[in-house]
Protein backbone atom coordinates (compact mmCIF):
# COMPACT_ATOMS: atom_id res chain seq x y z
CA UNK A 1 0.00 0.00 0.00
CA UNK A 2 1.22 3.72 -0.07
CA UNK A 3 2.11 5.32 3.01
CA UNK A 4 2.74 8.73 4.62
CA UNK A 5 4.51 8.97 7.78
CA UNK A 6 5.39 12.73 9.27
CA UNK A 7 4.95 13.76 12.82
CA UNK A 8 1.34 15.40 14.05
CA UNK A 9 2.57 18.44 15.63
CA UNK A 10 5.85 20.42 16.36
CA UNK A 11 6.52 23.70 17.57
CA UNK A 12 9.35 26.02 17.37
CA UNK A 13 10.48 29.31 18.44
CA UNK A 14 10.55 32.51 16.47
CA UNK A 15 14.10 32.71 14.69
CA UNK A 16 15.08 29.28 15.10
CA UNK A 17 15.95 26.21 12.54
CA UNK A 18 13.19 23.11 12.62
CA UNK A 19 13.09 20.19 10.58
CA UNK A 20 10.10 17.97 9.31
CA UNK A 21 10.68 14.35 8.70
CA UNK A 22 9.03 12.19 6.12
CA UNK A 23 9.20 9.23 5.27
CA UNK A 24 7.32 7.18 2.56
CA UNK A 25 5.95 4.15 0.51
CA UNK A 26 4.72 4.51 -2.50
CA UNK A 27 3.96 2.27 -6.07
CA UNK A 28 6.88 3.65 -8.04
CA UNK A 29 7.98 7.12 -7.52
CA UNK A 30 8.03 10.62 -9.67
CA UNK A 31 9.67 13.09 -7.15
CA UNK A 32 8.19 14.37 -4.27
CA UNK A 33 6.67 17.47 -2.72
CA UNK A 34 6.17 19.78 0.06
CA UNK A 35 4.02 21.89 0.38
CA UNK A 36 2.78 24.34 2.45
CA UNK A 37 -0.68 24.79 3.61
CA UNK A 38 -2.66 27.86 6.15
CA UNK A 39 -5.35 27.00 8.09
CA UNK A 40 -8.24 27.17 5.77
CA UNK A 41 -6.33 28.15 2.63
CA UNK A 42 -5.13 25.75 -0.27
CA UNK A 43 -1.72 24.05 -0.42
CA UNK A 44 1.14 26.37 -1.75
CA UNK A 45 4.23 24.52 -3.02
CA UNK A 46 7.50 24.80 -1.18
CA UNK A 47 9.88 22.39 -3.09
CA UNK A 48 9.96 19.30 -5.03
CA UNK A 49 12.85 16.85 -5.03
CA UNK A 50 13.50 14.00 -7.67
CA UNK A 51 17.06 13.57 -7.37
CA UNK A 52 18.73 12.24 -4.00
CA UNK A 53 19.67 15.24 -2.12
CA UNK A 54 19.35 19.09 -0.88
CA UNK A 55 17.64 21.68 -2.72
CA UNK A 56 17.59 25.07 -1.02
CA UNK A 57 15.17 27.63 -2.11
CA UNK A 58 16.22 31.18 0.22
CA UNK A 59 14.53 30.13 3.80
CA UNK A 60 13.69 26.55 2.94
CA UNK A 61 15.36 23.39 2.12
CA UNK A 62 14.34 20.22 0.96
CA UNK A 63 16.08 17.03 1.31
CA UNK A 64 15.70 13.63 -0.65
CA UNK A 65 16.96 10.00 -0.25
CA UNK A 66 15.26 8.06 -2.67
CA UNK A 67 16.93 4.33 -1.15
CA UNK A 68 15.44 5.14 2.23
CA UNK A 69 12.19 6.79 1.55
CA UNK A 70 12.74 9.33 3.29
CA UNK A 71 12.76 13.47 3.09
CA UNK A 72 13.19 16.21 5.10
CA UNK A 73 11.47 20.13 4.96
CA UNK A 74 14.61 22.22 6.27
CA UNK A 75 12.78 26.17 7.80
CA UNK A 76 15.47 28.59 8.87
CA UNK A 77 15.10 31.85 10.74
CA UNK A 78 11.71 30.90 11.37
CA UNK A 79 8.74 34.04 11.21
CA UNK A 80 5.40 33.62 12.82
CA UNK A 81 3.77 33.46 9.81
CA UNK A 82 5.74 29.94 8.95
CA UNK A 83 2.93 28.62 11.44
CA UNK A 84 1.09 26.20 9.21
CA UNK A 85 0.70 22.43 8.19
CA UNK A 86 3.31 21.36 5.58
CA UNK A 87 2.65 18.64 3.59
CA UNK A 88 5.45 15.87 2.05
CA UNK A 89 3.71 14.33 -0.73
CA UNK A 90 5.02 11.57 -3.02
CA UNK A 91 4.20 11.69 -7.21
CA UNK A 92 3.47 7.10 -7.60
CA UNK A 93 3.52 5.95 -11.08
CA UNK A 94 0.53 6.96 -11.90
CA UNK A 95 1.79 11.02 -11.74
CA UNK A 96 -0.86 11.01 -8.54
CA UNK A 97 0.38 13.30 -5.45
CA UNK A 98 -0.09 10.93 -2.44
CA UNK A 99 -1.13 12.59 0.84
CA UNK A 100 -0.94 12.28 4.64
CA UNK A 101 -2.07 14.73 7.00
CA UNK A 102 0.36 16.53 7.25
CA UNK A 103 2.55 18.49 10.24
CA UNK A 104 0.94 21.51 11.87
CA UNK A 105 3.73 23.49 12.71
CA UNK A 106 3.27 26.23 15.39
CA UNK A 107 5.70 28.81 15.67
CA UNK A 108 5.95 30.79 18.87
CA UNK A 109 7.43 34.18 19.92
CA UNK B 1 3.64 31.33 -11.67
CA UNK B 2 0.40 29.75 -12.73
CA UNK B 3 -2.69 30.58 -11.52
CA UNK B 4 -5.85 28.79 -10.46
CA UNK B 5 -9.02 30.32 -9.34
CA UNK B 6 -12.12 28.92 -7.90
CA UNK B 7 -15.82 29.91 -7.72
CA UNK B 8 -17.42 30.34 -5.55
CA UNK B 9 -15.33 30.21 -2.50
CA UNK B 10 -18.18 29.81 0.18
CA UNK B 11 -21.26 28.29 -0.24
CA UNK B 12 -24.03 27.61 1.97
CA UNK B 13 -27.08 25.41 0.55
CA UNK B 14 -29.99 23.65 1.96
CA UNK B 15 -30.17 19.89 2.01
CA UNK B 16 -31.39 18.10 -1.27
CA UNK B 17 -30.42 21.00 -3.48
CA UNK B 18 -27.15 21.04 -6.44
CA UNK B 19 -23.99 22.82 -5.87
CA UNK B 20 -21.87 23.38 -9.33
CA UNK B 21 -18.15 24.87 -8.41
CA UNK B 22 -15.76 26.10 -11.22
CA UNK B 23 -12.24 25.22 -11.43
CA UNK B 24 -10.26 27.63 -13.95
CA UNK B 25 -6.48 27.51 -15.20
CA UNK B 26 -6.27 31.72 -15.63
CA UNK B 27 -3.05 32.11 -17.64
CA UNK B 28 -2.70 28.37 -18.88
CA UNK B 29 -3.88 25.28 -20.58
CA UNK B 30 -4.51 22.22 -18.29
CA UNK B 31 -5.31 19.08 -20.11
CA UNK B 32 -5.52 17.45 -16.42
CA UNK B 33 -7.40 18.61 -13.30
CA UNK B 34 -8.01 17.33 -10.04
CA UNK B 35 -11.00 17.70 -7.61
CA UNK B 36 -9.73 17.20 -3.81
CA UNK B 37 -11.97 17.04 -0.67
CA UNK B 38 -10.47 17.71 2.71
CA UNK B 39 -12.06 17.65 6.34
CA UNK B 40 -10.70 19.36 8.99
CA UNK B 41 -7.34 18.38 10.14
CA UNK B 42 -7.37 15.29 7.55
CA UNK B 43 -5.36 14.87 4.80
CA UNK B 44 -6.55 16.47 1.34
CA UNK B 45 -8.61 13.35 -0.15
CA UNK B 46 -8.35 12.87 -3.93
CA UNK B 47 -12.00 12.64 -5.46
CA UNK B 48 -11.74 12.43 -9.24
CA UNK B 49 -9.07 13.36 -12.56
CA UNK B 50 -10.77 15.13 -14.87
CA UNK B 51 -9.55 15.09 -18.66
CA UNK B 52 -10.32 17.66 -21.17
CA UNK B 53 -12.87 16.47 -23.13
CA UNK B 54 -13.16 12.74 -21.57
CA UNK B 55 -14.90 11.82 -18.60
CA UNK B 56 -13.56 11.80 -15.26
CA UNK B 57 -11.98 9.28 -13.45
CA UNK B 58 -13.48 8.94 -9.75
CA UNK B 59 -11.43 7.30 -6.82
CA UNK B 60 -12.67 4.05 -4.89
CA UNK B 61 -15.46 5.22 -3.01
CA UNK B 62 -16.64 8.76 -4.67
CA UNK B 63 -20.21 8.22 -6.30
CA UNK B 64 -19.56 9.46 -9.98
CA UNK B 65 -23.71 10.28 -9.76
CA UNK B 66 -23.58 12.68 -6.76
CA UNK B 67 -20.30 14.35 -7.91
CA UNK B 68 -20.52 15.37 -11.60
CA UNK B 69 -17.50 16.76 -12.99
CA UNK B 70 -17.40 18.25 -16.71
CA UNK B 71 -14.12 19.63 -17.90
CA UNK B 72 -15.32 21.32 -21.68
CA UNK B 73 -12.50 22.94 -22.31
CA UNK B 74 -8.76 23.28 -21.38
CA UNK B 75 -9.11 26.09 -18.96
CA UNK B 76 -12.32 24.75 -16.93
CA UNK B 77 -13.28 22.34 -14.69
CA UNK B 78 -17.13 22.02 -12.86
CA UNK B 79 -18.15 19.83 -9.80
CA UNK B 80 -21.45 19.56 -9.26
CA UNK B 81 -22.13 18.19 -6.02
CA UNK B 82 -26.29 17.19 -6.58
CA UNK B 83 -27.89 16.28 -3.79
CA UNK B 84 -26.35 17.79 -1.06
CA UNK B 85 -26.64 16.85 2.60
CA UNK B 86 -25.17 17.80 5.91
CA UNK B 87 -21.89 15.17 5.56
CA UNK B 88 -20.86 16.64 2.15
CA UNK B 89 -19.96 19.85 4.02
CA UNK B 90 -16.45 19.84 3.43
CA UNK B 91 -13.68 22.13 1.32
CA UNK B 92 -13.25 21.81 -1.87
CA UNK B 93 -10.10 22.04 -3.87
CA UNK B 94 -9.19 21.81 -7.45
CA UNK B 95 -5.47 21.44 -8.60
CA UNK B 96 -4.74 21.80 -12.65
CA UNK B 97 -1.45 20.12 -14.35
CA UNK B 98 0.18 22.78 -16.93
CA UNK B 99 -0.58 21.47 -20.36
CA UNK B 100 3.27 22.33 -21.77
CA UNK B 101 4.14 20.72 -18.43
CA UNK B 102 6.86 22.12 -15.61
CA UNK B 103 9.56 19.71 -15.69
CA UNK B 104 7.84 17.89 -12.42
CA UNK B 105 4.71 17.46 -12.95
CA UNK B 106 3.47 20.24 -10.69
CA UNK B 107 -0.05 20.63 -9.72
CA UNK B 108 -1.24 24.63 -9.29
CA UNK B 109 -4.16 24.87 -6.73
CA UNK B 110 -7.13 26.80 -6.54
CA UNK B 111 -7.89 28.54 -3.42
CA UNK B 112 -10.28 25.98 -2.68
CA UNK B 113 -14.46 26.38 -2.08
CA UNK B 114 -16.17 25.77 1.19
CA UNK B 115 -19.06 23.85 1.25
CA UNK B 116 -21.78 24.05 4.20
CA UNK B 117 -24.94 22.05 3.97
CA UNK B 118 -27.66 23.00 6.23
Known amino acids: GQNIDQPTEMTATEGAIVQINCTYQTSGFNGLFWYQQHAGEAPTFLSYNVLDGLEEKGRFSSFLSRSKGYSYLLLKELQMKDSASYLC??????????WGAGTKLIIKP | GAVVSQHPSWVICKSGTSVKIECRSL??????MFWYRQFPKQSLMLMATSNEGSKATYEQGVEKDKFLINHASLTLSTLTVTSAHPEDSSFYICSARDLDGSSYNEQFFGPGTRLTVL
Open chain 1, 89 to 98: APLDSNYQLI
Open chain 2, 27 to 32: DFQATT
